[in-house]
């Protein structure tokens, strides 16, 4: 199967989905499957990303989750009771980003010009104490409850006849899970049309050779901060779409290193430097994080009967399952299940002597 | 004051120490292969649950005097041996293959070697022992029983000291010379050096370079395996997440220190173990991470080479 026809299965089965829920509904199935949708999504914009720091620009940054809860933190001050802002979804869907891009800027400026694994370092201890801050820093941020409640997606009236959902909530609900999808669709295509800019050739000249792209008259620094804020601005719209789905910016756990890393595993295993793979890999993982694995632990449930020690649910087994992933991967397939070509060829090239 | 001063001092140290061993492993493999080995602090972790696992087989818990000692030091050994070869083995099997591959591979094979090895320890912690307090919560923290004796060596001072302080320091002290000497003194430490400076001159000088890398994989092993049973001594519990806290700011340590600078990986690790303890005391255990990781950006900002390293261009 290609690469191509998966990605038409998921174009068309997503928009519909919710109908599954609905027709799971009047059989009493509850499956909210449209509230599980929004987080491959969210992960999805995630991954692009980091595509964009890691895939295009090269730059190994292992603290995406930073700002992705730096974005859902914005969205949570902008939005709750708490603050005096009360800008609504819409605002907070604009200003997010925003904030996250300037955070992204202001640590990637130092930052920046440190060799590729003094910056995975510095990113991963960002990240560290910023889940330190949201965690202690009570006062502003709620700790570990975080602030409570982001208002859900404000839905007009007309819409919800037209959606003819029963109630607020539900409407809520479908219009929460096209906004994620229409988010994540533009965010597609603009990095598509960004890919054949001078800026997105910039970043990839830049990964291959900084030396020859500096002599070519670009800017690495430049170039480097525009791809870490960029990607940065990225991560707070998924960390606002987040904080929206969940009505809470609560669980700092949900803004730490291992999810930093589940991003990185959905980028390397669906291929680093490629749009598709990026989506193709959040769609693989995360789905089967975030839908099959609830769904297999209840098989197992169903199967074992008492299944109340730890080990037997499947979620302990899980970093198993993804570090194998990412061993094989590297050995295997380098490039990635559906990799961008350029990053193929690269990584199948003899080295000249080492 | 002056006695709280004191005890954060040798808090500090002995905290320092830890972080001294497990930094060295860091530093010395990317001293070698310019790769930061993500899965060491998990090695020491399976060290920490090897060491309990010894503990609760050989019920050391109720020996006493010679028999306490003579069993202690056989589980230091052990642990060290085991920690040594499966870092060699991880070496072998997972980073070797890549060794010609671009960067970004065995970086990423590193975090996955460490999810493994946390995945390894949680099932661990799940085995029905006594040790483990039955298995029941594999994540829970397991205590490790406190083999040596508790009392003050210094009397009624106000500043505690305990024989495990003493024997922290003192064996700490011990293996960081005698891996000085092994770096200065013999033809596999010139080796080492060699390799960490140029491999491909040092390879048509006629070294074993894979033979160096495993030696340092298994030297690197060996001492977080012995930093895993200080550490279980010191601080009493073993759990499958201590790798990752600890081997992060051992790794910060390293870079403080300058990486791939042994004396820089000692020195690194006793600065962080103070500032640690200082900070722990003055601002407060729930910004520990903050602090420290604070400290590395703002170092590797500023002094990106570390406080011993020397300004190295990175090679084109």
Sequence with gaps: ?354 | MLDTLAQQLLLGLTNGMVFALIALGYTMVYGILEFINFAHGDVFMLSGFFALTLVGASGLQDAQGFSLFAQLALVLVLASGFGAVVNLLIDRLVYKPLRKAPKLAPLVSAIGVSFVLQNIGLIWGALPLDVFGGGGQPAAPKSFPALLPTDNLLGDAALTLQLKDVLVIGASLAVMTALFLLVTRTKLGMAMRATAQDPQAARLMGVDVDRVVAATFLVGGGLAGFAAVVYALYINTVYYQMGYQNGLYAFTAAVVGGIGNIPGAVLGGLLLGLVRAFSDQFIGAQWQPAVLFGILIVLLVFRPAGLLGSTAREKV
Excluded at chain 1, 34 to 40: E, G, H, K, N
Excluded at chain 1, 344 to 353: Q, R, T
Aim: aromatic share 10%.
């Design chain 1, 1 to 354: 199967m290609t690469t191509e026809s998966l990605l038409l299965i998921f174009a068309v089965l997503y928009p519909i989905f919710p109908v599954f829920d609905l027709a799971g509904e009047a059989a009493g199935l509850q499956l909210h499957l449209d509230q599980r949708l929004v987080t491959i999504f969210v992960y999805g914009i995630l991954v692009v990303a980091l595509n964009v720091q890691v895939g295009y620009a090269g730059l190994l940054q292992l603290g995406i989750a930073a700002f992705f809860g730096i974005g859902a933190m914005a969205t949570g001050v902008m939005t709750v009771d708490k603050y005096p802002f009360h800008f609504g979804f819409w605002g907070a869907l604009v200003c997010a980003p925003l904030v996250a891009a300037v955070a992204g800027a202001v640590i990637g400026a130092p930052t920046l010009r440190l060799r590729g694994d003094y910056l995975a370092i510095v990113t991963i201890g960002f990240g560290e104490v910023l889940r330190t801050v949201l965690i202690n820093l009570e006062n502003i941020t709620d700790g570990p409850r975080g602030l409570n409640p982001v208002p859900e997606v404000w839905t007009p009236s007309w819409l919800r006849d037209w959606l003819g959902a029963g109630d607020a909530g539900e409407a809520n609900l479908l219009v929460m899970y096209y906004t994620a999808l229409l988010v994540l669709v533009a965010a597609v295509v603009v990095l598509k049309v960004i890919e054949n800019t001078r800026i997105g050739r910039a970043f990839v000249a830049l990964r291959e050779d900084e030396l020859a792209a500096a002599c070519m008259g670009l800017d690495p620094g430049r170039i480097k901060l525009m791809a870490f804020a960029g990607g940065a601005a990225l991560s707070g719209l998924a960390g606002c779409l987040y904080a929206t789905n969940l009505t809470t910016t609560a669980d700092p756990t949900n803004y730490d290193f291992n999810n930093a890393v589940m991003v990185l595993c959905c980028l390397i295993i669906g291929g680093l430097g490629s749009l598709r793979g990026a989506l193709l890999g959040a769609a693989l993982l995360i789905g089967f994080d975030n839908v099959l694995s609830p769904l297999l632990d209840r098989g197992i449930q169903v199967a074992v009967g008492d299944a109340s020690h730890p080990l037997a649910r499947f979620s302990s087994w899980r970093w198993f399952l993804f570090g194998f992933a990412l061993i094989f991967m590297m050995r295997l397939r380098p490039e990635g299940l559906f990799p961008a070509r350029r990053v193929a060829a690269e990584l199948h090239e003899e080295p000249e002597e080492a």
